[in-house]
């Protein structure tokens, strides 16, 4: 590992820290060197708060540094002002000399632009330091803005003689060490869907109770709008933001929102479509195995958990089939989780 790739690795650590706090935008980190020495680092802490950058600069303790140091960043320093001022705009203003980027911004209101700012100011520029580990940390982003719709990510629980359950009877097939991983991914993702069956049969609750960080925004997929019957559901009596997408006449109190999708073309296209434009870049969907299926058929989706246990139910609602993807299979105490990526 060279010094640049050194110092993008320390970037790209500070910059999960955001995880699950940054909303929709990118999860960044900044890391300021001087003399081969780092002087200063920060990263985006929360939704509409200070840019890394920002924060990487302002823990500078002598700004007088600043005019021989470089600056890493991870993601290409942003040119527009939005929620908070142009980074690029500050870094020249710093007289900063040097800065190294992972990966370029591919926000249309950046795209290139702040580089350009850069370069034409007779900053040296370097782009593409360890750049794929880049685009996997913001695989979310990325996908709202390359895709125009949400990171996608299918989560099911499996028996060992392939079901997920058994029809109208709610089952616990996973273990305590699966079910505190899921509430671990839940506190990650922006959204978490399910489909009004799985809301009416399990009737979950859909926060992170066993982890730490914000419930996610709720989904329910009531194309036919059998919910209109079922008002005592914890789901839609939850405070937190709750959306709910039928093609039926639907009308819940507050705080859920109903959605209405024609009936023209894909329907889940259609959703992920309103989502995008609710500012959501991620999509945790839990169930049930319809839904999943349908997802998998239409080619929405980009990863999949998938936790298989040694239980036999005998009979029930048939699992998934699982694409011919690579994989990776982890012990997860009796159970194993398989993870795929759509590639």
């Not at 006449?249 to 073309?265: A, E």
């Not at 958990?305 to 040694?310: D, E, Q």
């Given at each position: 590992?060279?010094?640049n790739e050194?110092?993008?690795?320390?970037?790209?650590?500070?910059a999960?820290?955001?995880?699950?706090n940054?909303?929709?935008?990118p999860?960044?980190?900044?890391?300021?060197v001087?003399?081969?020495?780092?002087?200063g680092?920060g990263?985006?802490?929360?939704f509409g708060h200070?840019?890394?950058?920002?924060?990487a600069?302002?823990?500078v303790a002598?700004q007088?540094?600043?005019?021989?140091?470089?600056?890493y960043?991870?993601?290409?320093?942003?040119?527009?002002?939005?929620?908070?001022?142009?980074?690029?705009?500050?870094?020249?203003?710093?007289?900063?000399?040097s800065?190294?980027i992972g990966?370029?911004?591919p926000?249309?209101?950046?795209?290139?632009?702040g580089?350009a700012?850069?370069?034409?100011?007779?900053?040296?520029?370097t782009l593409?330091v360890?750049?794929?580990?880049?685009r996997?940390?913001?695989?979310?982003?990325?996908?709202?803005?390359t895709?125009n719709r949400?990171y996608?990510?299918?989560?099911?629980?499996?028996?060992a003689d392939?079901?997920t359950g058994?029809?109208n009877?709610?089952?616990?097939?996973?273990n305590e060490?699966?079910?505190?991983?899921t509430?671990?991914?839940?506190?990650?993702?922006m959204?978490?869907?399910?489909?009004?069956?799985?809301?009416?049969?399990?009737?979950?609750?859909?926060?992170?109770?066993y982890?730490?960080?914000?419930?996610?925004i709720?989904?329910?997929?009531?194309?036919?709008?059998v919910?209109?019957?079922?008002?005592?559901?914890?789901?839609?009596?939850?405070?937190d933001p709750?959306?709910?997408?039928?093609s039926?006449?639907l009308?819940?109190?507050?705080p859920n929102?109903v959605i209405?999708?024609?009936?023209?073309?894909?329907?889940m296209n259609?959703v992920?479509?309103e989502?995008n434009?609710l500012?959501i870049?991620s999509c945790?969907?839990?169930?049930?195995?319809?839904?999943?299926?349908?997802?998998i058929?239409?080619?929405l989706?980009d990863?999949?958990?998938?936790?298989s246990?040694?239980?036999?139910l005998?009979?029930?609602?048939?699992?998934p089939?699982?694409?011919n993807?690579?994989?990776t299979i982890?012990p997860?105490?009796?159970?194993?989780?398989?993870?795929?990526?759509?590639?």
């Amino acid at each position: 590992m060279n010094t640049n790739e050194h110092y993008m690795q320390r970037c790209l650590q500070l910059a999960e820290q955001g995880l699950g706090n940054v909303g929709s935008n990118p999860m960044v980190g900044s890391v300021i060197v001087c003399d081969g020495k780092i002087i200063g680092e920060g990263y985006h802490q929360q939704f509409g708060h200070s840019h890394a950058e920002v924060n990487a600069i302002n823990n500078v303790a002598d700004q007088h540094l600043l005019s021989r140091s470089t600056l890493y960043v991870n993601l290409e320093p942003c040119s527009h002002t939005g929620k908070t001022p142009p980074c690029s705009t500050l870094i020249l203003e710093k007289k900063i000399p040097s800065v190294v980027i992972g990966m370029k911004d591919p926000f249309s209101k950046v795209n290139g632009s702040g580089i350009a700012i850069l370069e034409n100011a007779g900053i040296k520029v370097t782009l593409g330091v360890l750049e794929e580990d880049c685009r996997e940390l913001n695989k979310r982003f990325l996908c709202a803005h390359t895709k125009n719709r949400p990171y996608i990510i299918l989560k099911w629980a499996q028996s060992a003689d392939g079901f997920t359950g058994r029809l109208n009877e709610r089952v616990q097939i996973s273990n305590e060490l699966s079910k505190t991983y899921t509430h671990k991914w839940r506190s990650e993702e922006m959204s978490i869907m399910i489909g009004a069956n799985t809301a009416i049969i399990d009737d979950p609750q859909l926060d992170v109770r066993y982890w730490k960080g914000s419930n996610p925004i709720k989904v329910i997929i009531d194309r036919s709008g059998v919910l209109q019957n079922h008002a005592q559901l914890k789901i839609l009596k939850s405070e937190d933001p709750t959306y709910i997408f039928t093609s039926s006449t639907l009308s819940l109190n507050s705080p859920n929102q109903v959605i209405k999708i024609s009936g023209d073309g894909s329907f889940m296209n259609q959703v992920f479509a309103e989502l995008n434009k609710l500012g959501i870049t991620s999509c945790f969907v839990e169930g049930g195995s319809t839904l999943h299926q349908l997802l998998i058929q239409e080619n929405l989706w980009d990863e999949m958990l998938v936790f298989s246990s040694p239980i036999s139910l005998g009979k029930g609602i048939k699992a998934p089939v699982l694409p011919n993807l690579p994989s990776t299979i982890t012990p997860m105490d009796d159970n194993t989780l398989t993870i795929i990526r759509n590639r």
